[in-house]
């Protein structure tokens, strides 16, 4: 069983900063990606940014510059690194991986989603 747990969600005010944090566990071989969307009320879910095994990332136009993903492979754990936030920032947040299990001698490939969490910029 596969989980993907967030934390680091919450209220800041305009300009502020946060960091949210997503950790995998479970039966995991290895990780494609792990990467952010965000939900905003009465909005479709769109993507923030991703990371993929080998290096590369990418950015929602709108976040380009003020927001900045990184991974830690040896905790299996992605960071979401938010300076500059604005109110049009504000959304529940979902951490995504699409990740490789075993089990026996077989090899599974499945994204997974968190349980979101909050983010809020307001004054």
């Known amino acids: 069983q596969v989980q993907l747990v967030e934390s680091g969600g919450g209220l800041v005010q305009p300009g502020g900063s946060l960091r949210l944090s997503c950790a995998a566990s479970?039966?995991?071989?290895?990780?494609?990606?792990m990467g952010w969307y965000r939900q905003a009320p009465g909005k479709e879910r769109e993507l923030v940014a991703y990371?993929?095994?080998?290096?590369?990332?990418n950015y929602a136009d709108s976040v380009k510059g003020r927001f900045t993903i990184s991974r830690d492979n040896a905790k299996n754990t992605v960071y979401l690194q938010m300076n500059s936030l604005k109110p049009e920032d504000t959304a529940v947040y979902y951490c995504?991986?699409?990740?490789?299990?075993?089990?026996?001698?077989?090899?599974?490939?499945?994204?997974?989603w968190g349980q979101g969490t909050q983010v809020t910029v307001s004054s």
């Open positions: 995504n991986g699409n990740l490789i299990t075993k089990s026996g001698t077989y090899y599974y490939t499945r994204t997974y």
């Open positions: 479970g039966s995991i071989f290895s990780i494609n990606g």
């Open positions: 990371s993929i095994s080998g290096g590369s990332t």
